[in-house]
């Protein structure tokens, strides 16, 4: 495996290095980087154009231009990285940062959210294929594959952030609209669960009057805009959570893994509880991530205590659960700064930039400002992906569920949820594993659209005014990043067909 890793790194570079010769004489004859001061009135036009020749070291070939520009990448390994300046005069190494570390916050949360929906999407669909959940699905998917990025983005622009901060002033829905969202989510959870004429139909009066009685009783409690969630709410979905995973990983026979997922949740609450003072009074993100750890550890080691025979399993399960918990912890205290925020900022959803300027915000403030800035590229960057997820492990499930060794383990006697989870799952991932690897690099750098619709000054942007302005050195830098990512989320992929497939190791 080593010497499989070292030969792919040497045989990435150098198609790094080939491909950066090619970028690099494509974007220096792309245009002209002084047109703009041609066409200017400045009475010190030539010495401007004289400075800027000097800066882009216009009068030198093209050649020795590109090998300084290698001998600064080659700094790099030594600690002195030089990617030269802006047609600006601005160092791109620190514009490279800024604009790396925009585009992996934006991006990194809505790859995450695309692959864990997406997978899941997917093998639901190929587990039940051709009802009425596979169908809507479907349909989902191929409605967000083809949606133009643009005119998504205007429409969560217009109705998730412009007509939100409008209803959110009052913050209370009107009875007619309560009842219309309250069918539209029985006619699709009822499409979506399917089963006979009966059962559509309970479920379709169940799902319409649980969501009316749920949205007139927010109203009442002003809860859009003073929401609560509390302890007990944090307990309810842990326990929850708990379940469910148990119920996926180990099965919900194996009680020892259930009850050490129930533990988890509790001890989880219970640490909440006498942590909220320090998490509230004197939040910090070291200390945020420094609970988080100790969250696993403590997880792991209630795992271990009740796991016995099946110990490896019900690390897992608490180690999952623990990590919801968690999630559910910082959750509740974001919502319960949700009023303050409100106080501060009265139409939260922004539809441009990465946060907002002169916030004056505490801590659990100015996390709900960075928050509901991501949410609509988030949003729109998860439901592309999705849709490209979803389908391609539905494909991948299907073939998987048909191969002999799926019916060999059917016909042992093993549980639907054991073949499913043991067999089927594990090999079905090799090919997604693929697009995943792919996605996320692709998505590094293949956010143009959407940094520019939401004003986002990530890699798309910087590619993008390097591009416009025959400026060569933000370009080499973004391909010098995009470029770097794909080659290592290919090589990661590799690997990970080697973790999945012990064949592929031999």
């Given at each position: 495996m080593l010497k499989f890793i070292l030969r792919r790194i040497g045989v990435s570079a150098l198609v790094l290095l080939g491909a950066s010769m090619l970028m690099f004489f494509l974007t220096i004859n792309s245009g002209d980087p002084l047109k703009d001061l041609r066409e200017s009135n400045a009475p010190n036009k030539q010495q401007l154009i004289e400075q800027r020749e000097a800066l882009l070291r216009l009068d030198d070939s093209p050649w020795e231009r590109y090998w300084d520009w290698l001998r600064g990448v080659g700094g790099c390994f030594t600690g002195n990285c030089d990617l030269g300046v802006t047609?600006?005069?601005?160092?791109?190494?620190?514009?490279t940062q800024q604009a790396a570390s925009s585009t992996l916050r934006l991006v990194t949360l809505a790859t995450l959210l695309a692959i864990v929906v997406g997978v899941a999407l997917g093998i639901l669909t190929a587990i039940r294929q051709y009802s009425g959940f596979d169908y809507t699905v479907t349909f989902s998917a191929f409605l967000f594959f083809s949606l133009p990025v643009f005119w998504a983005a205007t429409l969560l622009k217009e109705y998730a952030a412009i007509q939100y901060n409008n209803w959110i002033v009052v913050g209370q829905y009107a009875p007619w609209t309560i009842v219309i969202a309250a069918i539209v989510a029985a006619f699709l959870l009822q499409a979506v669960l399917g089963g006979t004429r009966k059962r559509r139909l309970v479920t379709a009066a169940t799902v319409f009057a649980f969501v009316t009685v749920l949205l007139f009783v927010f109203n009442a409690l002003d809860w859009w805009r003073n929401p609560m969630f509390g302890i007990g709410g944090v307990l309810l979905v842990s326990a929850a959570a708990g379940v469910l995973v148990t119920a996926l990983?180990?099965?919900?026979?194996?009680?020892?893994?259930?009850?050490?997922a129930l533990t988890t949740a509790v001890v989880g609450v219970i640490a909440y509880w006498f942590t909220a003072p320090l998490l509230i009074?004197?939040?910090?993100?070291?200390?945020?991530?420094?609970?988080?750890?100790?969250?696993?550890?403590?997880?792991?080691?209630?795992?271990?205590?009740?796991?016995?025979?099946?110990?490896?399993?019900?690390?897992?399960?608490?180690?999952?659960?623990?990590?919801?918990?968690?999630?559910?912890?910082?959750?509740?205290i974001l919502i319960a700064h949700w009023a303050s925020f409100l106080s501060i900022k009265s139409r939260p959803i922004s539809t441009i930039g990465s946060q907002t300027p002169n916030f004056t915000g505490e801590f659990w403030e100015q996390t709900l400002d960075v928050g509901t800035q991501i949410l609509l590229p988030t949003i729109l960057l998860t439901l592309?992906?999705?849709?490209?997820?979803?389908?391609?492990?539905?494909?991948?499930?299907?073939e998987t569920l048909n191969q002999d060794y799926v019916r060999t383990a059917r016909s042992k006697g093993l549980s639907e949820r054991e073949v499913i989870v043991k067999h089927a799952f594990r090999n079905a991932l090799i090919p997604i594993t693929t697009i995943v690897a792919f996605d996320f690099a692709a998505l590094i750098?293949?956010?143009?659209?959407?940094?520019?619709?939401?004003?986002?000054?990530?890699?798309?942007?910087?590619?993008?005014?390097?591009?416009?302005?025959?400026?060569?050195?933000?370009?080499?830098?973004?391909?010098?990043?995009?470029?770097?990512?794909?080659?290592?989320?290919?090589?990661?992929?590799?690997?990970a067909y080697a973790a999945l497939d012990p064949r592929i190791r031999r």
């Amino acid at each position: 495996m080593l010497k499989f890793i070292l030969r792919r790194i040497g045989v990435s570079a150098l198609v790094l290095l080939g491909a950066s010769m090619l970028m690099f004489f494509l974007t220096i004859n792309s245009g002209d980087p002084l047109k703009d001061l041609r066409e200017s009135n400045a009475p010190n036009k030539q010495q401007l154009i004289e400075q800027r020749e000097a800066l882009l070291r216009l009068d030198d070939s093209p050649w020795e231009r590109y090998w300084d520009w290698l001998r600064g990448v080659g700094g790099c390994f030594t600690g002195n990285c030089d990617l030269g300046v802006t047609i600006n005069g601005v160092d791109v190494v620190t514009l490279t940062q800024q604009a790396a570390s925009s585009t992996l916050r934006l991006v990194t949360l809505a790859t995450l959210l695309a692959i864990v929906v997406g997978v899941a999407l997917g093998i639901l669909t190929a587990i039940r294929q051709y009802s009425g959940f596979d169908y809507t699905v479907t349909f989902s998917a191929f409605l967000f594959f083809s949606l133009p990025v643009f005119w998504a983005a205007t429409l969560l622009k217009e109705y998730a952030a412009i007509q939100y901060n409008n209803w959110i002033v009052v913050g209370q829905y009107a009875p007619w609209t309560i009842v219309i969202a309250a069918i539209v989510a029985a006619f699709l959870l009822q499409a979506v669960l399917g089963g006979t004429r009966k059962r559509r139909l309970v479920t379709a009066a169940t799902v319409f009057a649980f969501v009316t009685v749920l949205l007139f009783v927010f109203n009442a409690l002003d809860w859009w805009r003073n929401p609560m969630f509390g302890i007990g709410g944090v307990l309810l979905v842990s326990a929850a959570a708990g379940v469910l995973v148990t119920a996926l990983v180990a099965g919900l026979r194996n009680r020892r893994a259930l009850y050490a997922a129930l533990t988890t949740a509790v001890v989880g609450v219970i640490a909440y509880w006498f942590t909220a003072p320090l998490l509230i009074g004197n939040p910090s993100w070291p200390l945020i991530a420094g609970l988080f750890v100790v969250t696993l550890v403590v997880s792991a080691v209630i795992g271990a205590a009740w796991g016995g025979y099946a110990r490896k399993q019900a690390m897992l399960v608490t180690g999952i659960t623990g990590t919801i918990t968690s999630i559910m912890v910082v959750a509740d205290i974001l919502i319960a700064h949700w009023a303050s925020f409100l106080s501060i900022k009265s139409r939260p959803i922004s539809t441009i930039g990465s946060q907002t300027p002169n916030f004056t915000g505490e801590f659990w403030e100015q996390t709900l400002d960075v928050g509901t800035q991501i949410l609509l590229p988030t949003i729109l960057l998860t439901l592309v992906s999705v849709a490209t997820h979803s389908r391609y492990t539905r494909s991948s499930m299907l073939e998987t569920l048909n191969q002999d060794y799926v019916r060999t383990a059917r016909s042992k006697g093993l549980s639907e949820r054991e073949v499913i989870v043991k067999h089927a799952f594990r090999n079905a991932l090799i090919p997604i594993t693929t697009i995943v690897a792919f996605d996320f690099a692709a998505l590094i750098g293949g956010a143009v659209i959407t940094e520019q619709v939401f004003g986002w000054k990530g890699m798309g942007a910087l590619f993008q005014d390097g591009l416009n302005a025959v400026d060569p050195a933000p370009v080499m830098a973004f391909f010098l990043v995009t470029g770097i990512a794909a080659v290592l989320m290919n090589l990661v992929a590799d690997i990970a067909y080697a973790a999945l497939d012990p064949r592929i190791r031999r």
